[in-house]
T-cell receptor, first 114, second 112 residues
Framework: SQQGEEDPQALSIQEGENATMNCSYKTSINNLQWYRQNSGRGLVHLILIRSNEREKHSGRLRVTLDTSKKSSSLLITASRAADTASYFCATAGRSGGGADGLTFGKGTHLIIQP | DTAVSQTPKYLVTQMGNDKSIKCEQNLGHDTMYWYKQDSKKFLKIMFSYNNKELIINETVPNRFSPKSPDKAHLNLHINSLELGDSAVYFC???????????FGSGTRLTVV
């Protein structure tokens, strides 16, 4: 069954603006991860946040996690044309993403207008 | 020096045929996976394989079978292909409880 739901499904912004994507999930998690997928390519791991963490930064990325609301957000600051891609959140259960794998949301398609 | 490589990149075949997709990882990861991405980009896990333990998603038809000759390889065999099997199949690997997954570039399977 589907775990994550990203919001919005599609987002178009001007280069230089910030982009925020949200993800909601249903069950308890060990960690939550965000991935990027460029058109016709595989997924690239961006950032992992554990269930006992509330915020994490990596370069222009900022991820928050609210386990009480079962939600996460991904903020990309100072967006660039190269950020155009689909972004997926994925949750890992008790195994930490091992035997039972990751459960992915439907993704947010982000378009950065030059 | 590709971390997770899968072949072929494109596969077009007729209904009823049997085909295989190969996957190899050179990261020393202990777990490998197969995911299916449908036309709406929804990703669903099919299998995970860790230290000879195979976990199968119960929704996967038994026409699909993973085969792992060693820790670095997890191939996907599909028998009696159907039109609905058309999708992009991704192989991935991870070191359990550390970091994230590393994905291959995908195999676009088209059944005609």
């Amino acid at each position: 069954s589907q775990q994550g739901e990203e919001d919005p499904q599609a987002l178009s912004i001007q280069e230089g603006e910030n982009a925020t994507m949200n993800c909601s999930y249903k069950t308890s998690i060990n960690n939550l991860q965000w991935y990027r997928q460029n058109s016709g390519r595989g997924l690239v791991h961006l950032i992992l946040i554990r269930s006992n963490e509330r915020e994490k930064h990596s370069g222009r990325l900022r991820v928050t996690l609210d386990t009480s609301k079962k939600s996460s957000s991904l903020l990309i600051t100072a967006s660039r044309a190269a950020d155009t891609a689909s972004y997926f959140c994925a949750t890992a259960g008790r195994s930490g993403g091992g035997a039972d794998g990751l459960t992915f949301g439907k993704g947010t398609h982000l378009i950065i207008q030059p | 020096d590709t971390a997770v490589s899968q072949t072929p990149k494109y596969l077009v075949t007729q209904m009823g045929n049997d085909k295989s997709i190969k996957c190899e990882q050179n990261l020393g990861h202990d777990t490998m996976y197969w995911y299916k991405q449908d036309s709406k980009k929804f990703l669903k896990i099919m299998f995970s394989y860790n230290n000879k333990e195979l976990i199968i998603n119960e929704t996967v038809p038994n026409r699909f079978s993973p085969k792992s000759p060693d820790k670095a390889h997890l191939n996907l065999h599909i028998n009696s292909l159907e039109l609905g099997d058309s999708a992009v199949y991704f192989c991935a690997s991870s070191q359990v409880r550390r970091y994230g997954y590393t994905f291959g570039s995908g195999t676009r399977l088209t059944v005609v």
